[in-house]
C-alpha cells in the first residue's frame, strides 16, 4: 500500500520558516517525481514544487521560486520542503504526492 | 484561473455514466502520459483515482475509467453511486518541467 506521511507544519510568523517532511513507504520511491501541492480552505489544488527521481532536478511555481525549496533523501524514502519568507498567503493545507499516492496533509498557518 | 480546463461541476443520477474533461495544450495534456485524476471528499485529502491517463492503483474502484484525445483527457465513472460525489481534479506533467492542476469538478449524486 502507498504511504506518504508529511510532518512539519504549524503555526508561523511573518516572515518565519518551516521545513515540511514526507516520509514514502509501498512504492519503489526512486522511480517517481515528488510534488507539493497545497490548498486553502475552500479552495482548488495549486502544485508548489516538484523534484526529480535523484534530486538533481527542481521546479517551483513563480510564488514560491527563491522562498521555498524542494528536495529529497532517497536512503530515507523522504522529501522535504524548505519555507521561508513564509507569507500570511503561503497559508494552507500542504500536501506531499506522487503519480501513485497523496498524503493526509499537514497544515501551515503563517500568522501574527 | 486555472492551467488545466475542467467543468466546475457535473451532476449525475445513481446508475448513471458521466465523463470530466480535462482540457490542457500540446504542451501538457496533449504531449505526455503523465495525466492525473484525484478525488477528494469534504474535509479529506484527495485520493489518486488514476495515473498515466488510465491505469488505477491498488484500491482504486474498476468503476473509474481514463482517456486521452488530443489535448483533453477524459475520467468516466461508471454506475454512479452516492459516495462518488465528491470533487474531482486532473493534473499533468508539462513541458516546462512543473506540473498544473484543473480547477476542479464538484460532482453531485441526485
Known amino acids: 500500500e502507498v504511504l506518504l506521511v508529511e510532518s512539519g507544519g504549524g503555526l508561523v510568523q511573518p516572515g518565519g520558516s518551516l521545513r515540511l517532511s514526507c516520509a514514502a513507504s509501498g512504492f519503489t520511491f526512486t522511480n517517481y517525481w515528488m510534488h507539493w501541492v497545497r490548498q486553502a480552505p475552500g479552495k482548488g489544488l495549486v502544485w508548489v514544487s516538484r523534484?526529480?527521481?535523484?534530486?538533481?532536478?527542481?521546479k517551483h511555481a513563480d510564488f514560491v521560486e527563491g522562498r521555498f525549496t524542494v528536495s529529497r533523501d532517497n536512503a530515507k524514502n523522504t522529501v522535504f520542503l524548505e519555507m521561508t519568507g513564509l507569507r500570511v498567503d503561503d497559508s494552507a493545507m500542504y500536501y506531499c504526492?506522487?503519480?501513485?499516492?497523496w498524503g493526509q496533509g499537514t497544515l501551515v498557518t503563517v500568522s501574527s | 484561473q486555472s492551467a488545466l480546463t475542467q467543468p466546475a461541476s457535473m451532476s449525475g443520477s445513481p446508475g448513471q455514466s458521466i465523463t470530466i474533461s480535462c482540457t490542457g495544450t500540446s504542451s501538457d495534456v496533449g504531449g505526455n502520459k503523465y495525466v492525473t485524476w484525484v478525488q477528494q471528499h469534504p474535509g479529506k485529502a484527495p485520493k489518486v483515482i488514476l495515473y498515466?491517463?488510465?491505469k488505477r492503483p491498488s484500491g482504486a474502484s474498476n468503476r473509474f475509467s481514463g482517456s486521452k484525445s488530443g489535448n483533453t483527457a477524459s475520467l468516466t465513472i461508471s454506475g454512479l453511486q452516492a459516495e462518488d460525489e465528491a470533487d474531482y481534479y486532473c493534473a499533468s506533467h508539462s513541458a516546462s518541467g512543473n506540473c498544473l492542476f484543473g480547477g476542479g469538478t464538484h460532482l453531485t449524486v441526485v
Open positions: 498515466e491517463v488510465s
Open positions: 523534484v526529480d527521481h535523484y534530486g538533481s532536478d527542481t
Open positions: 504526492f506522487t503519480d501513485v499516492g
